[in-house]
């Protein structure tokens, strides 16, 4: 699936008796779906499940993406308020056994339950940290529904203000 602004593509796999093969970044394929940054931070997160992490953004940041363990339901949510998409969203399965990988302009925040016991997510992003442009919002304060009672959320996410589309 593809938008201006988001990629969702299969990362190139093989598979044989010992098990998988999977290549989520190669700067030459992204070229032929479109995506021309050049990432310079790799991070990952360890999730149980229920939990839920989001919504996140690094203002002006591009991310990649792709889950090496366990299954997550991810949600990305259009902040850029000149585009027609904004305050839409949509959501993805993303997971070690589905080899897909999850590309983001700097228009999305993002955020995702971990749907498995355990679910490592790996982020590549085309800027470093900066505390100055880490934003975020409420998960449960625009429309979409997380379809879960008791979420595991962090005392730092649930300290986020609301989404509100005056805010940008």
């Known amino acids: 699936m593809k938008n201006n602004n988001y990629i969702i593509f299969n990362n190139k796999n093989s598979h044989d008796k ?3 093969f999977v290549k989520p970044f190669n ?3 992204f070229k032929e779906i479109g995506i ?3 990432f310079k931070e790799c991070l990952y997160t360890i999730s149980h499940k229920d939990v839920i992490r989001g919504m996140h953004y690094q203002e ?31 959501s993805v399965i ?22 498995s016991d355990a679910v490592i997510v790996n982020y590549l992003l085309d800027q470093t940290y900066g505390i100055r442009k880490d934003k975020g919002f409420r998960y449960d304060s625009f429309d979409y529904d997380w379809d879960i ?20």
């Open 18 to 20: 010992r098990g998988s």
């Open 27 to 29: 700067q030459d394929n």
């Open 36 to 38: 021309s940054c050049t």
């Open 60 to 90: 002006g940041c591009s991310k990649l993406l792709w889950v090496s363990s366990g299954v997550i339901q991810d949600v990305a949510l259009c902040i850029n308020k000149n585009s027609e998409d904004f305050g839409k969203y949509f």
């Open 94 to 115: 993303l997971s070690s056994n589905n080899y897909k990988s999850l590309y983001l302009s700097p228009d999305y925040a993002h955020g995702f339950i971990a749907l």
């Open 149 to 168: 009672e008791n979420p595991i959320v962090s005392e730092k996410d649930l300290s986020l203000s609301l989404f509100k589309k005056e805010n940008f």
